[in-house]
């Protein structure tokens, strides 16, 4: 089989709930990435793009009806170039990514567009149907902006508990303090706002409707600060506002290819996809989840931790980021300090569809910079998966 490329990849920026972004329908927020992963690659004729794939973890809002094709269709791609839309909740884009790059290696596509969108404020309230017409009692709108709705009573309690009570569990087990979250957080405020700072953003963010960095990085952040913030799950937990990704908005998207997709795209790939890995344990231990996913997705780049030279997290909580982390220290990751160097999505956001899109694109650009060969991007998912995806630097390589 062929190989899949990575050529290009944008993002908007990451907005917060009910902030910059919240009047932005996400069929028009994906139809900005589209446009910006285009707008870099202005050699490529859009008709030559074989297959749009799209993630996305809502689906009951504007965003229905397969957002990928609809926002192909509001980018103005021609319509002879299909599309999709994938739900993995939050590894969705990364998914797509997977996706895409599969298809590209048995020959199917040369060029697939692929990347995500979630608006967590514009996600509406839904009313379930009554099983039989006008029932007498009263009906409940449930928000559709995260977590369990709508729950199959069959489902085990301990399965639908919350994302923040499922990492409380993880913090017991693992005993990963309320300080050392908070720390992490602030790192990755720092780190975020230190990115912005040196350009490093510039290049990866199309602005959308006036905003053109992330909303949510507080450069003023303090683990003072975050030790006055309470519990959000438990009276005496340790999961916070300030220690957990928050909601937003936005998209990313990637340009993948064949090899041979350079002539039409108009310049070299920046990676290649070397190996993926999927993995799924007990709803309720999600936030462990990526520790095998990487690992398998090494195992089939043919690879060991101490090559890799730059991970890309998705930081859903702090908690199982560091319980993450701390297990690859013990299978030979080399520095925690490579760990999302440029920030992560307790600062950047967590809108759920784009997030594998951002991994991937920041990937690329952390590992170009810092010229190293391989890399990985990870994350955790709802429902007790993850998805990770080993990616080299084609510049280091030769």
């Not at 040369?110 to 839904?126: C, F, K, N, Q």
């Not at 006008?134 to 977590?147: I, M, Q």
């Not at 963010?205 to 683990?223: F, K, N, Y």
């Not at 231990?285 to 089939?300: H, I, N, S, T």
Request: proline fraction near 5%.
């Amino acid at each position: 089989m062929s190989s899949a490329y990575l050529y290009s990849a944008t993002r908007t920026p990451f907005g917060k709930f009910n902030g910059a972004l919240a009047g932005i329908r996400p069929d028009d927020l994906a139809a900005a990435a589209i446009g910006g992963v285009l707008a870099r690659t202005p050699s490529l004729d859009p008709a030559a793009i074989d297959e749009v794939v799209w993630g996305n973890a809502n689906g009951a809002g504007e965003e229905n009806r397969n957002v990928g094709r609809m926002a192909a269709l509001l980018a103005g791609l021609p319509t002879g170039v299909p599309g999709t839309t994938v739900n993995r909740l939050c590894g969705s884009s990364l998914d797509a990514a997977m996706i895409g790059s599969r298809t590209i290696e048995t020959g199917d596509a040369d060029i697939v567009l692929v990347g995500g969108v979630e608006s967590m404020t514009r996600a509406p309230w839904v009313l379930p149907k009554p099983s039989r017409a006008f029932p007498a009692g009263d009906v409940t709108a449930v928000s559709t902006t995260l977590g369990w709705r709508l729950v199959n009573p069959r489902m085990p309690k301990a399965w639908t508990a919350s994302l923040g009570e499922c990492n409380e569990q993880l913090q017991e087990r693992f005993g990963i303090s309320r300080e050392r979250q908070d720390e992490f957080a602030v790192r990755s405020h720092r780190l975020a706002h230190r990115a912005w700072e040196d350009g490093f953003y510039d290049a990866l963010v199309t602005p959308v409707a006036g905003l053109d960095r992330d909303e949510g990085v507080r450069a003023d952040s303090t683990v003072e600060k975050l030790a006055g913030l309470k519990p959000s799950f438990r009276p005496d937990g340790t999961i916070t506002a300030g220690n957990a990704s928050p909601l937003s908005d936005g998209g990313s998207a990637v340009l993948l290819g064949s090899e041979s997709a350079s002539a039409a795209i108009g310049h070299d790939p920046l990676g290649r996809i070397l190996g993926r890995g999927a993995m799924a344990l007990d709803p309720h231990d999600f936030g462990y989840a990526p520790v095998e996913a990487a690992d398998r997705a090494l195992a089939r780049a043919g690879i060991t931790w101490n090559r890799v030279g730059a991970v890309e997290l998705n930081e859903a909580f702090a908690v199982q980021s560091l319980a993450c982390v701390d297990a690859w220290l013990k299978e030979g990751l080399r520095d925690p300090g490579i760990v999302n160097q440029r920030g992560g999505a307790l600062a950047i956001g967590h809108p759920l569809g784009a997030s594998g899109g951002r991994l991937l694109g920041t990937l690329a650009a952390v590992l170009k910079e810092r010229h190293e060969r391989y890399g990985v991007a990870a994350v955790c998912i709802g429902v007790g998966q993850a998805l990770a995806v080993v990616l080299e630097n084609l510049e280091v390589s030769k």
